[in-house]
């Protein structure tokens, strides 16, 4: 057993709860989809110079990297949007303790079924 | 204001905001999943967008939310890292809100009505 201080933050024992991962994913999505929001809106505004500015970015992001980035985006998004909505019923409908690890597990069923239908729609159809 | 009363009124802000972008974001993750479908291009987000009193309404109301929750999301977070409160840290966010509703109503600008 570790001597180390809570303090430090050290303690693992909280790991184990299905409440701290969904509390780690919400402020992992939170904070990434913050830092993402300056960028998609400069993207957004290339428009002001003309459609060709903009298009020439859509077509960087046909990159397979930036694509794989997108679809990590929307499973942030959908897992924030989920989770968000869990904390929300939390507070303002009294939802039991008991239900939280069937809700955190939907939590996530929810950002993979987003991410899994825009990854299947962005690849090319017949 | 006490900080006690602010600290609430901040509390009912992210929460009211958060239900906003909960509908907001829910149509943004649909229309992003048809839109991609035929392929992204600028004809078909400008072809959308351009002229639409609805989609200017609709992104003006999600950026306005973005700017309040975000921030104030941050904070919570920043806050408990480095364990305290102070006017740097409000300041801080406060610009952050400000260069996020700028930024925003830009780019809801540059695709709704410029």
């Known amino acids: ?126 | 204001m006490s900080a006690a009363r602010r600290e609430a009124y901040l509390w009912l802000a992210s929460r009211a905001s958060a239900a906003v972008l909960a509908l907001c974001v829910v149509v943004h993750l649909a229309t992003m999943i048809v839109a991609v479908r035929s392929g992204l291009s600028a004809a078909d987000i400008l072809g959308r967008t351009r002229g639409s009193t609805t989609w200017a309404v609709f992104y003006a109301v999600f950026v306005i939310a973005v700017a309040v929750h975000a921030p104030l999301g941050l904070r919570s977070v920043l806050s408990e890292l480095v364990r305290r409160q102070g006017a740097l840290l409000d300041w801080t966010m406060a610009l952050l809100a400000l260069v996020l509703l700028a930024g925003g109503l830009r780019a809801v600008f540059a695709v709704t009505i410029a």
Do not use: K
């Not at chain 1, 110079?49 to 694509?67: I, K």
């Not at chain 1, 929300?88 to 597990?105: M, N, T, Y």
């Open chain 1, 1 to 126: 057993m570790s001597s180390m201080p809570r303090e430090l933050g050290l303690d693992w024992r909280a790991r184990g709860h299905s409440g701290w991962w969904a509390f780690a994913l919400h402020r992992v999505s939170g904070v990434a989809l913050t830092l993402f929001l300056p960028a998609h809106f400069y993207v957004l505004s290339r428009a002001l110079t003309g459609a060709a500015s903009l298009d020439a970015f859509l077509r960087w992001t046909d990159q397979p990297l930036v694509r794989a980035s997108e679809i990590v985006l929307v499973f942030l998004l959908g897992a924030h949007l989920a989770g968000g909505l869990r904390l929300l019923f939390i507070e303002f409908r009294g939802w039991r303790a008991a239900w939280q690890p069937g809700l955190v597990a939907t939590v996530i069923g929810v950002a993979a079924i987003c991410a899994l239908t825009f990854a299947l729609n962005l690849t090319p159809h017949p």
